[in-house]
């Protein structure tokens, strides 16, 4: 069939102009296309794992100086793309819906996923411990001596756990391992003695070690004595306690533990206290974790469960051989590793000297109740100056300021447990840059203390024991040294990231960084000192993911 054009119009005109339209629709959807602005509009916009998160009472603390509290947080996946108050994020979602096709902006109404979060609750960023030991707080549970008072409860606790352990009752051979005495609390403090494991016969002749609450000690029976045999005179770093014959009295200080021929954690074994703390530490609103002494064996555990994504938090490891030797060509460098992208070693961990409820701590002048100690240097001084030069050349978490006169913010030293400081260092501290952790970055040193980090933010800002009483009366412990709620937060947020290199990331709820937080039972910014310690975990978020409780 064959026709004429309207009147007037050029055949070519009639027939081009649609066609110059479809091709100028089509680059430019080509083009957002490619620079992946408009399939990142879509997916935000349609995708199920897109959802708000808002309060009602603005109960989101968000870490961020340019908005400290808001109403909303919106999710994409892992990632937090938007916070402010509800209408204007809505308003924001809207005007990025008018770029999409019209059967995609019909859908955007229908598809965005609200959650309105209790008004008494609160939502805070990810809560990280920046010091800690994963699998020797799984090791504890198992056989916790940490509610003890006296030998005689130590003792009952062991008859109770080999009664009920029907492997360990019927073979005498095997090891009795526990962790959390502590001799400070006994009606007479003192150390106690390897005879004190043979009394009963129901220990008698089984190979027991016990390690004291710091880890700092372990107290082992006369069984363990006899397989360690013959013992040295002296003990670089550590200390053999001995009684006035000169004979062990089943007491190892420090770097002396390393006798001891406890059989080592298998694979399997290592996996079971992980998930004994990865399961706590979850319950509990921990979303990521400073390990602050994962020797190779234990890097190498890691490493394979952030190969198989199978990491329930994020892991920041500070490595660690026990040698006064270079070791750092035995440990990897890990940059958020692994299938999930959980899994950093960038750090190490070296140790001058030992803890102070083990007489180890280095002082200055004598213990007040043992005038005849001052403390173990467990890495003499030229020794670990010689490895702090040789990890920074190697690029591990250390700084050498005085000769090359480098950036600390590139390198952010940490000095762990950073308890007993003169104002004088303190302050040199301050100057140079140095994170004193216990301090701010907070850290709690579990199994040393709880894993619940509410109680050390309740001591950071009430300076209370959990009773509401201290030292100094109920007003707190020395109380000009309390952190407000804020500081307090934020020390265990984004300081903690910023310890970690990490505060790109993590640390706080802003557009662009992962979306780790945790929702508690109630406003932990507001309430009084003792409901603090009553709050509960309603939910534990990781990249956006609840991997504990329910939102």
Same mark, same amino acid.
């Given at each position: 069939?064959?026709?004429?054009?309207?009147?007037?119009?050029?055949?070519?005109?009639?027939?081009?102009?649609?066609?110059?339209?479809?091709?100028?629709?089509?680059?430019?959807?080509?083009?957002?296309?490619?620079?992946?602005?408009?399939?990142?509009?879509?997916?935000?916009?349609?995708?199920?794992?897109?959802?708000?998160?808002?309060?009602?009472?603005?109960?989101?603390?968000?870490?961020?100086?340019?908005?400290?509290?808001?109403?909303?947080?919106?999710?994409?996946?892992?990632?937090?793309?938007?916070?402010?108050?509800?209408?204007?994020?809505?308003?924001?979602?809207?005007?990025?819906?008018?770029?999409?096709?019209?059967?995609?902006?019909?859908?955007?109404?229908?598809?965005?996923?609200?959650?309105?979060?209790?008004?008494?609750?609160?939502?805070? /960023?990810?809560? #990280? $411990?920046?010091?800690?030991?994963? *699998?020797?707080? @799984?090791?504890?549970?198992? +056989? =916790?001596?940490?509610?003890?008072?006296?030998?005689?409860?130590?003792?009952?606790?062991?008859?109770?756990?080999?009664?009920?352990?029907?492997?360990?009752?019927?073979?005498?051979?095997?090891?009795?391992?526990?962790?959390?005495?502590?001799?400070?609390?006994?009606?007479?403090?003192?150390? /106690?003695?390897? #005879? $004190?494991?043979?009394?009963?016969? *129901?220990?008698? @002749?089984?190979?027991?070690? +016990? =390690?004291?609450?710091?880890?700092?000690?372990?107290?082992?029976?006369?069984?363990?004595?006899?397989?360690?045999?013959?013992?040295?005179?002296?003990?670089?770093?550590?200390?053999?306690?001995?009684?006035?014959?000169?004979?062990?009295?089943?007491?190892?200080?420090?770097?002396?533990?390393?006798?001891?021929? #406890?059989?080592?954690?298998?694979?399997?074994?290592?996996?079971?206290?992980?998930?004994?703390?990865?399961?706590?530490?979850?319950?509990?609103?921990?979303?990521?974790?400073?390990?602050?002494?994962?020797?190779?064996?234990?890097?190498?555990?890691?490493?394979?469960?952030?190969?198989?994504?199978?990491?329930?938090?994020?892991?920041?490891?500070?490595?660690?051989?026990?040698?006064?030797?270079?070791?750092?060509?035995?440990?990897?460098?890990?940059?958020?590793?692994?299938?999930?992208?959980?899994?950093?070693?960038?750090?190490?961990?070296?140790?001058?000297?030992?803890?102070?409820?083990?007489?180890?701590?280095?002082?200055?002048?004598?213990?007040?109740?043992?005038?005849?100690?001052?403390?173990?240097?467990?890495?003499?001084?030229?020794?670990?100056?010689?490895?702090?030069?040789?990890?920074?050349?190697?690029?591990?978490?250390?700084?050498?300021?005085?000769?090359?006169?480098?950036?600390?913010?590139?390198?952010?030293?940490?000095?762990?447990?950073?308890?007993?400081?003169?104002?004088?260092?303190?302050?040199?501290?301050?100057?140079?840059?140095?994170?004193?952790?216990?301090?701010?970055?907070?850290?709690?040193?579990?199994?040393?203390?709880?894993?619940?980090?509410?109680?050390?933010?309740?001591?950071?800002?009430?300076?209370?024991?959990?009773?509401?009483?201290?030292?100094?009366?109920?007003?707190?412990?020395?109380?000009?040294?309390?952190?407000?709620?804020?500081?307090?937060?934020?020390?265990?947020?984004?300081?903690?990231?910023?310890?970690?290199?990490?505060?790109?990331?993590?640390?706080?709820?802003?557009?662009?960084?992962?979306?780790?937080?945790?929702?508690?039972?109630?406003?932990?910014?507001?309430?009084?000192?003792?409901?603090?310690?009553?709050?509960?975990?309603?939910?534990?978020?990781?990249?956006?993911?609840?991997?504990?409780?329910?939102?």
């Amino acid at each position: 069939m064959s026709g004429k054009p309207n009147a007037g119009a050029k055949p070519e005109e009639s027939s081009r102009a649609p066609t110059n339209l479809s091709w100028t629709i089509s680059a430019i959807l080509v083009s957002f296309l490619v620079s992946g602005w408009f399939f990142d509009a879509y997916h935000m916009l349609l995708s199920r794992e897109n959802y708000l998160l808002c309060s009602s009472s603005k109960n989101i603390y968000t870490v961020d100086n340019a908005k400290p509290r808001v109403e909303c947080i919106s999710i994409k996946g892992s990632k937090i793309v938007d916070t402010g108050d509800f209408d204007e994020v809505i308003r924001r979602r809207a005007a990025l819906s008018s770029y999409l096709p019209h059967w995609a902006s019909n859908f955007v109404g229908r598809t965005a996923n609200v959650i309105q979060v209790d008004p008494n609750s609160v939502v805070v /960023p990810g809560i #990280a $411990d920046a010091h800690a030991h994963i *699998l020797q707080y @799984g090791f504890m549970k198992e +056989l =916790s001596l940490t509610s003890t008072n006296s030998i005689e409860d130590i003792v009952s606790l062991i008859k109770e756990y080999i009664l009920s352990h029907p492997e360990v009752l019927n073979d005498k051979s095997k090891w009795i391992e526990g962790m959390g005495w502590d001799q400070t609390k006994w009606p007479i403090a003192q150390f /106690p003695t390897a #005879a $004190d494991l043979d009394k009963d016969p *129901l220990l008698k @002749g089984r190979p027991i070690s +016990l =390690s004291r609450v710091d880890v700092h000690a372990k107290w082992v029976s006369p069984r363990v004595l006899e397989l360690i045999g013959e013992l040295p005179d002296d003990v670089e770093g550590g200390k053999i306690i001995r009684d006035d014959a000169g004979h062990p009295t089943g007491i190892f200080v420090d770097k002396a533990m390393a006798l001891i021929p #406890a059989p080592q954690w298998s694979e399997e074994r290592m996996s079971q206290l992980f998930d004994i703390t990865m399961r706590d530490a979850l319950s509990h609103g921990l979303t990521s974790i400073h390990d602050a002494m994962t020797f190779p064996e234990e890097i190498a555990f890691y490493k394979k469960k952030a190969e198989e994504g199978k990491l329930p938090n994020r892991l920041y490891l500070m490595g660690h051989l026990q040698s006064t030797e270079y070791w750092g060509d035995q440990i990897p460098h890990l940059q958020s590793y692994g299938k999930q992208g959980r899994l950093t070693l960038r750090s190490v961990k070296l140790v001058t000297d030992g803890a102070l409820g083990s007489w180890g701590a280095a002082l200055i002048e004598p213990y007040t109740d043992r005038p005849d100690i001052t403390g173990l240097i467990l890495t003499p001084e030229e020794k670990l100056s010689k490895l702090v030069h040789q990890f920074w050349k190697d690029r591990f978490q250390v700084d050498v300021m005085t000769k090359h006169g480098v950036n600390v913010t590139e390198w952010r030293p940490r000095i762990e447990h950073a308890q007993i400081m003169t104002i004088e260092e303190l302050q040199r501290m301050g100057k140079l840059g140095v994170s004193p952790n216990h301090v701010l970055p907070i850290g709690s040193d579990f199994p040393v203390e709880s894993i619940d980090p509410l109680l050390g933010f309740y001591a950071a800002i009430a300076r209370l024991y959990t009773d509401g009483t201290s030292p100094h009366g109920p007003g707190g412990w020395y109380p000009k040294e309390k952190l407000s709620r804020a500081q307090a937060l934020k020390g265990m947020t984004l300081d903690a990231a910023y310890a970690s290199f990490a505060e790109k990331d993590i640390g706080s709820l802003e557009p662009g960084k992962k979306s780790d937080f945790v929702v508690f039972d109630r406003d932990i910014m507001t309430i009084p000192y003792a409901e603090i310690l009553k709050t509960k975990v309603s939910a534990t978020v990781i990249d956006g993911k609840v991997v504990y409780g329910a939102l």
